[in-house]
């Protein structure tokens, strides 16, 4: 066992033999596929969707129809087949995984989730009042400018870039904040951000909900106050048992849905 940090170097390792499993990013798959002895194994995360999070507190993104719009302009089967995704993963729908849900099954939350839509949300903003003033929205003064705070390597995984490209065609722009792990921790745990690329891994998926989306809990920055979120949390992790349990999972999960919380973007494949 090695700790290699640079994800390349990690690739080339499988590549040239000098280690029998090697974990991969996604924008190492062109440099191992289909060499000679090398097969690439795709595992579901156990753990949350990657989400973009979203501030419901402060900025731009306060607004709904804005954090409607963002989902509507983002085509998540396209940014599947963008390196920084290689064609691994799954379009997210709910805040879990299908993977981490009974039978596999999230279709009692698809009628929540947000279809590709750009013309609907060009139209919904204009709706809403957010004025195209060159290439950028406004209203009252406000630019549509979003602070996207991350970590370098979600920028070096390419998979913050493309996402303004697709925010870009309704007028929405991303201000990347990028920085190590701490400087990431610090902007979102203060609130100094409008979105942040955000998921956790583990297997307790009660726990999982809870830690993202519970009143009070110190994941939970997000600025969520919804007395009902709170209280089929509350009825999950209090459950009898498992069967309580997920109906009060997926009753959570739909509120949050309906709350667009954020972007629930994809299911993760680790490789």
């Given at each position: 066992f090695r700790e290699v940090p640079e994800s390349s170097v990690r690739?080339?390792?499988?590549?040239?033999?000098?280690?029998?499993?090697?974990r991969i990013v996604e924008p190492n798959v062109p440099e191992?596929?289909?060499?000679?002895?090398?097969?690439i194994k795709a595992t579901p995360k156990a753990g949350s969707c990657r989400m973009f999070l979203m501030n419901l507190t402060d900025g731009p993104t306060t607004d709904i129809n804005v954090r409607k719009a963002?989902?509507?302009a983002i085509d998540k089967e396209?940014?599947?087949?963008?390196p920084g995704w290689a064609g691994f993963g799954r379009p997210g729908i709910a805040p879990l995984p299908s993977n981490m849900v009974p039978n596999g099954d999230l279709s009692s939350l698809t009628q929540y989730d947000i279809p590709y839509d750009v013309d609907g949300a060009n139209?919904?903003?204009d709706d809403s009042g957010w004025v195209k003033n060159g290439d950028i929205r406004e209203k009252d003064g406000v630019q549509l400018?979003?602070?996207?705070?991350?970590?370098?390597i979600d920028v070096?995984?390419?998979q913050i870039e493309p996402i303004d490209g697709f925010?870009?065609?309704i007028g929405v722009k991303l201000n990347i904040q990028a920085g190590d792990f701490n400087v990431w921790i610090d902007s979102y745990t203060k609130g100094k951000y409008h979105m942040t690329l955000m998921s956790d891994s583990g297997y307790i998926a009660v726990g999982i909900i809870q830690e993202f989306f519970e009143e009070g809990q110190p994941s939970a920055v997000w600025g969520i106050a919804n007395a009902d979120i709170n209280a089929a949390i509350k009825a999950a992790v209090e459950a009898p048992n498992l069967d309580d349990q997920w109906k009060s999972l997926f009753d959570a999960m739909a509120l949050i849905m309906q709350e667009v919380t954020g972007v629930m973007a994809w299911e993760q494949d680790y490789l």
């Amino acid at each position: 066992f090695r700790e290699v940090p640079e994800s390349s170097v990690r690739a080339q390792a499988a590549v040239q033999g000098e280690v029998q499993i090697a974990r991969i990013v996604e924008p190492n798959v062109p440099e191992v596929e289909g060499q000679p002895g090398v097969t690439i194994k795709a595992t579901p995360k156990a753990g949350s969707c990657r989400m973009f999070l979203m501030n419901l507190t402060d900025g731009p993104t306060t607004d709904i129809n804005v954090r409607k719009a963002i989902n509507m302009a983002i085509d998540k089967e396209a940014m599947l087949q963008l390196p920084g995704w290689a064609g691994f993963g799954r379009p997210g729908i709910a805040p879990l995984p299908s993977n981490m849900v009974p039978n596999g099954d999230l279709s009692s939350l698809t009628q929540y989730d947000i279809p590709y839509d750009v013309d609907g949300a060009n139209k919904l903003l204009d709706d809403s009042g957010w004025v195209k003033n060159g290439d950028i929205r406004e209203k009252d003064g406000v630019q549509l400018i979003l602070n996207m705070v991350v970590t370098q390597i979600d920028v070096d995984n390419g998979q913050i870039e493309p996402i303004d490209g697709f925010l870009n065609e309704i007028g929405v722009k991303l201000n990347i904040q990028a920085g190590d792990f701490n400087v990431w921790i610090d902007s979102y745990t203060k609130g100094k951000y409008h979105m942040t690329l955000m998921s956790d891994s583990g297997y307790i998926a009660v726990g999982i909900i809870q830690e993202f989306f519970e009143e009070g809990q110190p994941s939970a920055v997000w600025g969520i106050a919804n007395a009902d979120i709170n209280a089929a949390i509350k009825a999950a992790v209090e459950a009898p048992n498992l069967d309580d349990q997920w109906k009060s999972l997926f009753d959570a999960m739909a509120l949050i849905m309906q709350e667009v919380t954020g972007v629930m973007a994809w299911e993760q494949d680790y490789l």
